[in-house]
């Protein structure tokens, strides 16, 4: 089971590190935290052009609000 939901700011260090990852694996590329920070702050500010979403996997009995 899965749920999806959109981003929020709480998921800033996970987005950093996964964009950071994705980069590595991917490209080869180091990219700088700092720099991938930035970047998913803009896409988590900006709602409108951007959309962020979490795919959360779900053990037995998980709930969502």
């Known amino acids: 089971n899965y749920v999806i939901r959109r981003a929020q700011d709480k998921d800033l260090d996970s987005l950093v590190s996964f ?3 994705g980069a ?3 490209e080869g ?3 700088d935290p700092s720099s991938a920070q ?3 702050e803009a896409d988590l500010s900006d709602q409108e052009s951007d959309e962020c979403f ?4 779900c053990s037995r009995g998980f709930q969502t609000a």
């Open 24 to 26: 590595r694996e991917a």
């Open 19 to 21: 964009t950071v990852a």
């Open 38 to 40: 930035r970047g998913v």
């Open 29 to 31: 590329a180091e990219l």
């Open 54 to 57: 979490i795919v959360l996997l």
